[in-house]
């Protein structure tokens, strides 16, 4: 199975300020079509969680665009240019090109300081 | 507007069999490229997807719960339903419904979720 790594498990974050998530998957997420699959995945406190990114920089639908994702190979970003309060919750990163099985990462934990 | 909704029971002893429903409206499941998938979410703890079933009806497990699950599509044509056997404590779990358009792009739109609580 791929694993997904991410760090840090936990970002502290001023209102205004950026914020950068890591996420490191133990083999490369180039798929053999040339596209690399790695999704990031928002969850606010009590809720489902919502698509972010996919492909590794193209945003959802909605999606604002502060929100950017960056990498290839073995390492991302989810880049937040100006943290909002709404963007509280758990980050997870996720792989589409070695399944099955699909894996998350563990999470990070944004909050507001 | 494209909606995923879980159904089943909350409670379940352990070594019983869970079987949830996931009742989707806004999409079929017979167009190409869709697929229905289960994820779970223990208390505090991380996603894990557990099964995926395609337009086409192949289907894609977890290989570490793979002799646990069943999916398969429901007798409706918006429904798809995950068994898991031989249910443990350790099962105990917020369980997502979710769709994809694409093998490779994650899951697009989720359903709310519904907590099972394994427990004697």
């Known amino acids: 199975d791929v694993v997904m790594t991410q760090s840090p498990l936990s970002l502290p974050v001023t209102l205004g300020q950026p914020a950068s998530i890591s996420c490191r998957s133990s083999?490369?997420?180039?798929?053999?079509?040339?596209?690399?699959?790695l999704n990031w995945f928002h969850q606010r406190p009590g809720q489902s969680p919502r698509r972010l990114i996919y492909?590794?920089?193209k945003r959802d639908s909605g999606v604002p665009d502060r929100f950017s994702g960056s990498g290839s190979g073995t390492d991302f970003t989810l880049k937040i240019a100006r943290v909002e309060a709404e963007d509280v919750g758990v980050y997870y990163c996720?792989?589409?090109?070695?399944?099955?099985?699909?894996?998350f990462g563990q999470g990070t934990k944004l909050d507001i300081k | 507007q494209i909606t995923l909704k879980e159904s089943g029971p909350t409670l379940v002893k352990p070594t019983q069999t869970l079987t949830l429903t996931c009742t989707f409206s806004?999409?079929?499941?017979?167009?190409?490229?869709?697929?229905v998938g289960w994820i779970r979410q223990p208390p505090g703890k991380p996603l894990e997807w557990l099964a995926l079933?395609?337009?086409?009806?192949?289907?894609l497990y977890n290989p570490s719960l793979k002799n646990r699950l069943t999916i398969t599509k429901g007798t409706s044509k918006n429904q798809v339903v995950l068994t898991m056997t031989n249910m443990d404590p350790v099962d105990t779990a917020t369980h997502y419904c979710?769709?994809?358009?694409?093998?490779?792009?994650?899951?697009?739109?989720w359903g709310q979720g519904t907590l099972v609580t394994v427990t004697s």
């Open positions: 492909k590794v920089s």
């Open positions: 996720m792989q589409g090109t070695h399944w099955p099985p699909y894996t």
């Open positions: 079933i395609y337009w086409n009806g192949d289907e």
């Open positions: 979710a769709r994809t358009s694409s093998v490779y792009d994650g899951f697009d739109y």
């Open positions: 083999q490369s997420l180039e798929y053999s079509d040339g596209n690399t699959y």
């Open positions: 806004g999409f079929s499941l017979t167009t190409s490229g869709v697929g």
